[in-house]
């Protein structure tokens, strides 16, 4: 690694995560096999990050797609369609 050494910022992690393009978890588990030592305190703390912006992700899918759920039941009576997914229309059949 030639630029580690050289490294002018404060946060190493976060560094080697931009550099190398990965997450921060991943950039622990890198730095530490290369034989950089990391304070559990702060490994504790990027997991429970990575862990709480996981659930927000599954959160926020989960709203879209109850909201998509109720998007096709306010339209079904206008198109004549119950189970929009059942549909399976190619580009071609698309009828506009």
Known sequence: ???????PGKNLVRGY????GV??????I???MLGH??????????YAHEEAKQKRTLARKQRQAES??????FLAPYTG????????LEDDEVPF
């Open 1 to 7: 690694m030639h630029w580690i050494p050289k490294y």
């Open 17 to 20: 995560a931009r550099h190398f």
């Open 23 to 28: 997450n921060l978890p991943c950039a622990i």
């Open 30 to 32: 890198e730095l530490e």
């Open 37 to 46: 030592k990391i304070k559990q305190s702060y490994k504790d703390n990027i």
């Open 68 to 73: 998509q759920g109720i998007y096709e039941e």
């Open 81 to 88: 369609y119950s189970d929009f997914e059942s549909l399976d």
